[in-house]
């Protein structure tokens, strides 16, 4: 089966109805795809790939809708991508639930540390002018030092926040709920395409035509989690989808950032879900100063200088430390490697990750073996250390 066989497959198991997507990647590990789109109802429900009292559609339903949605794609200058493919992000491949299939428009990333400092600007729909303004001024700083903003294109913090780094003329992702065809919401349609003029991209799981369901928001903030490195929740009441983004990101040992400059007696509905996420432990954020100067000396964010000299010495450390880091990976030894990694500073698994370049499955499963071992001790926060 070649790849274009092998991923048209995959898009037509996408369609159906009766699958539990986020059981066919892993699956597909161990049973070939073109073994398994042939399996029967009773075998994938015995797998656990089938819904509850659900029976797979005919193959040929599913084909004739992924080849109708390949036409559709190539007609509205929409690309996609499987997970078998290389295009496809790599960290996003390594989330629980990562999608089958992506549809973007614009300039599609693999979203690691060498090609940019990827941070996701969240907040509620119903900011206010102040945060609005706030939002569109530190996005826009940190886009000029090579960070790049990842948001939701939604009315409120997200679309200041695109508007940020658009204004600076540098590229910035959107996740939608919907299909690449629907502007949602409409007012943020000129938005959209200012961020494919800057070289931007905008993403979704979604093929086109599909609406922007309820549901479909809080898969959305999975995978903006998954392409950032951290999260900046500018302003959040307590009960908001914000809180969703942010328990992936807790979930993946990512830093989460909070905007802290409020009145504390007093707190607003706005900003509860800020003090909530300051009272766990999420690093403050006072202004514009203080985020620049937690985020570039922050061990994820190193952010490069903006004169060409600044960025060549920043390159020339870059490359030296990468360098120190792969010597123990040049001896296969995958134990020292980890061990060398988390000597001087604790790290997530999804940072060993970002760092090795390996699935996280994987290294989930050495730094068990530390951990038995005793040569690694284990934080709250769910990053590790070496036991010396």
């Given amino acids: 089966m070649d790849l274009f066989e092998k991923a048209s497959r995959l898009l037509a198991l996408s369609f159906s109805e009766a699958i539990r997507k986020e059981r066919i990647y892993p ?31 005919d193959a040929s339903v599913l084909a004739k809708s992924a080849e109708q949605v390949r036409r559709e794609c190539q007609e509205k200058g929409i690309r996609l991508v499987t997970i078998f493919d290389e295009e496809y992000p790599f960290y996003l491949k390594n989330i629980y639930n990562p999608p089958l299939v992506i549809y973007y428009k614009g300039v599609l990333k693999n979203y690691l540390p060498r090609e940019g400092f990827y941070l996701a600007f969240i907040g509620t729909r119903r900011s206010d002018d102040n945060m ?61 395409h200012k961020i494919l003029d800057n070289g931007g991209c905008i993403i979704s799981e979604y093929p086109p ?22 999260i900046f929740v500018l302003q959040s009441p307590r009960k908001s989808g914000v809180k969703i983004t942010v328990n992936y990101g807790i979930e993946a040992g990512k830093n989460i950032y909070v905007y802290s400059h409020f009145p504390k007696d007093n707190v607003a509905e706005n900003f509860l879900g800020n003090q909530e996420l300051l009272d766990m432990g999420a690093t403050p954020i006072e202004n514009l100063s203080d985020f620049l100067e937690k985020i ?32 123990p990976l040049d001896r296969n030894n995958m134990e020292d490697s980890l061990l060398h990694l988390v000597k001087d500073s604790p790290k997530s698994v999804n940072e060993l990750s970002m760092t090795l370049k390996m699935e996280t499955e994987k290294i ?25």
Avoid: W
């Fill in 296 to 327: 570039t000396s922050s061990p994820s964010f190193k952010l490069l200088k903006k004169t060409n000299e600044d960025r060549r010495k920043s390159a020339a450390n870059s490359t030296a430390e990468r360098e120190t880091i792969a010597s």
């Fill in 132 to 192: 609005n303004l706030l939002a569109k001024k530190i996005a826009y700083e940190f886009s000029l030092r090579r960070g790049h903003v990842i948001s939701g294109l939604a009315k409120g913090i997200d679309g200041f926040s695109h508007q940020g780094a658009c204004l600076a003329k540098k590229p910035t992702t959107a996740v939608l709920a919907n299909g690449l065809d629907i502007y949602y919401p409409f007012a943020n349609r000129d938005l959209y």
């Fill in 209 to 230: 035509s599909s609406k922007p369901l309820e549901y479909r928001f809080p898969m959305r903030n999975r995978i903006i989690s998954a392409l950032s490195e951290g």
């Fill in 364 to 388: 989930y499963r050495e730094v068990m073996k530390l951990l038995f071992k005793g040569k690694i001790k284990e934080l709250p926060n769910k990053k590790y250390y070496q036991n010396i």
């Fill in 27 to 57: 699956l597909v590990k161990y049973i070939p795809l073109e073994d398994l789109v042939k399996l029967s109802s009773n075998e994938m429900r015995q797998l656990g790939v089938l819904k509850k009292n659900r029976t797979l559609e």
